[in-house]
């Protein structure tokens, strides 16, 4: 009798327990009368896993509640190429994000859609040599030369490793780098080529001289099959078809995600092209024009609080970990990747020579349209 | 306060036992749908997002269990990327999929922007073929990037192969490594080799085969079609090209239009035994043996398909896959998403999806265990990439560049007088037996099928048999007697007896009077019955004049067709097997394809 009566108490006690806690959670949730504002956001293939983590905990966070009601991202599970938001015309009034989390902020302003740049800079990451050790130390002569394009260019110039003078590398100079006219890291390659032939930070028209066409064509021509490549040359490197290359150049953030697998294969060593051309993770917002007052102010604070949510030091003492640089702090010896990069020549606080600044969108078509002349050659 | 208590105990226990509902209705929706056998429908959602989505025919043995994988996720509310249930808004996909040959498909979608009238017009949301040559021949063809190349993403990995027997491939190994000094293990093969057996004057006698055929029997499709002819012969004008001193990495139209190199790809042409127009068939027929075939251009998967016992005759020894020296072809299987009035943005999007899901782990596994190198390097290479398999994982070691789509549609039209032509008999069974049944009237369309089916540079004879054997038209260019063959065919009427010894041993004499080594010569023969002829000419008379023309630099190829319910297979089949062939069977309601296909060979 007395163990029923224990156990009757023990229910209540739980059951008041219960009834307590859902009291107290329902505290703490949105006004229920209020619209829970959903955001949806598409990002650059180079920063999905990135988003995909901080995304998440954003929307667990107590930063998403505003006013009396919650803000949830919605994160296209499939990221999109700039150049296919560019290009292809990807979106339309009724079919669009809110939110753009381009790669560079060359490709907002060259998409032309309806968008205005919330933060200019969430993270950053440059673009990168990499080769095999031995063709490292070829093309560097034992590392008396740079690891630039100009070393580069000499070995595409001689077209196989037999002609260039290497002994022990055979066949042909195989150089990946992705697709211009399909890919943003395409198209900043050829940036990359042109600011340091031409040694500067502002390209045009005047860049594209003779010289350079005539310097560029054998760097086109080293590529066995730019048409399959695809977005990243650093997964390429690892696939069963990418053991031919011998050189890429990509965007540091896709070789530190792939540089376990890649030096598991092979040796392999880095280097910074000396001008170099920044992928700076913008956040654009869909300027939406239609909406009610009330409901685009509410808009404008969500974005902008998932905005300054991605700019906390907590938040960017995140971005190491998936090869992203943050904005603020150099990565450092805790940081894996980075740690891991080292030793094949990534550098926690790399100096360059001078920074891309700007390239117009007629500029970006013509040099596009001579790329794609030139490789059908 | 008690009762408020009480209240909200009710309240609470409803909520709870509601809960509990809701957990275990998807988790029975869930058995259901996975129940569902691979190539049941899953039904469309009401507002489900639908693509379209046409693959290379390899691809079927992986594409429909995963199509309807990721169909069943989505009406059970799961996004098959996260294994979440949808969010608010999230519109559920569903893929419809088929197979086509690559190069038809490529025809029919570039149809649809320049010639919508065509009969061959395809409209997908996804094409897949096997090689990313396609997609950039239709953006050629079209005038137009049909398709961005760099978001195409490969989505399961075959080298080119040429499919040897390991008695062949070691025999040249050994020849070349005594001729040279090397280490056997050290020699490479290519094309360069594989000529030298055909150009040595006892074939493969000279290269240690004891009672070996004096020639090379080599066999690939139809580089219109199929997408593993086409990468074979890229591959065999850049290994003309190098022997004509062509320095270069890519090939250009000043290559392809050199007649030393169109020379080149011809005399390699010289090693085919026949073509035929989907590598399904070439599968078949190389696991017939060494006899059959010494080599055959496939890509890696089709090599494991035989290896693993999967074709239905078994080879008599193992199949290795040889990666020429001179290089070779990655075929990626891209998906390659439409940029056409067709798809909508909604549609790429959900393509995008589709393209992700069968780069998963779990999906790439699958087309792994195909034979099929997985293109999501996530994933380790494991069986059945094993030795045992005939495969080597660290092959190829060289890569053709591929060439600008103008010079790959240049090497295209270029077929037609590179390749080996032929010299063709068809001869036809009009005896009184062939009235029934409808048979000769079907048998009548079937040939003049295959009369259109055929390549006008070939040369075709018709001869007919019942008690007597008649040459109906004399062997000529086709361009030519093609009028001549047609008012014949049309004409055949049922006659009493069946000639059908004399009638062969006819034919395959007076083919054997007129070698032309440069050509395939072959002798249809369709037949419905037993021979009742006198006898003057035996079946032993027969096999022995087919049986004289294998030891010819070009035999003879006798294709059997055993047509109808009466036909006599078991003669038919020792006429075959004197030619190192096979009966192929055909009825009046499938007549018509079978010739069809046999036109395909030439």
Redesign the interface.
Known sequence: MRQIGTGIVIVFVLISLGIVGLGYLQRNQPDPTATPLELTLTVNPMAQAWMNDAVMSFNTSDNRLIDGYAVTIVLNTVPIDDMAVWKNSAWTDQNHPDLWLASTSLAVDYAGYPVRIITPSLAQSPMIWVASADVAQAITQDGISPFDWQTVQAAAQAGTWANFGATGINGNVNIAFALPEGTMNGLMVLYSALANFNQTTTLGNSAMTPAYQTWFTPIIQSVPNLNTIGDNVATFMVSQRGSSVNIGILPEVQLLNQLEALTTRRAIQVAYPAYSVLFDFPLAEWQVTNLPEQEANRRQQAIQAFSEWLLLPAQQAQLPRYGLRPLSENPTESDDLFRLGADVGVEYTPIFAGQLESASVSFANILLAWFAQERQR | MHRL?VI??FI?SILLLGLVGCDDQPSSQSTVFEAVPATMAVERPANAIEISIIYAPESDLYLPQTITDFNSAYARGI?P??NQPL????RPIYVVGRSGSSGTVMEGIVNAILSPNNQNVERPTIFAPSV?HW??LANYFAGR?LF???????TA?APVVMAIWKSRLDAIRNTVATRTGQNPEDVQIGWEELLQVLNSPNGWQDFGIPNGRRTVYYGHTDPYISSTALSTLIAEFYASARVNGFT???L?LTEVNDANVQQGVRNIEQLIRHYSRRTTEFKEYIAQGPDYLDFVALEENDLLFINMGLTETRPPEQLVALYPKEGTF?H?H?FGIL?ASWVT??Q??AA??F??YVLTPAVQERVMSQGF?P?N?DVP?AYPFVAENGID??QP??????P???VVSAIQQSWAFVKKQADIWLVIDVSGSMANENKLEQAKTAALAFIEGLETNNRVGLAVFSEQVDILVEMGDLERNASALRTQIQALQPLAGTELFKATQTIVSLMNTSDDADRIRAVILLSDGEDTGDRTVTLNDVVNTITASRDAMNPIILIPVAYGTAADVTTLSRMARASNTRVQSGDPNDIQALLELISSYF
């Open positions: 208590l909200r105990f609470l996004n990327l996260t969010a608010s808004g999230e990313s997609l950039a990037d961005n190349l760099a978001e195409a993403r490969p990995l270069g990495r890519r250009t990655w990626e891209p940029n943005s909604e790429a999007e995008r999806v393209t992700e190198r293109a390097p290479l994982i660290n070691a060289t890569v053709l560049d591929v600008a789509p103008e």
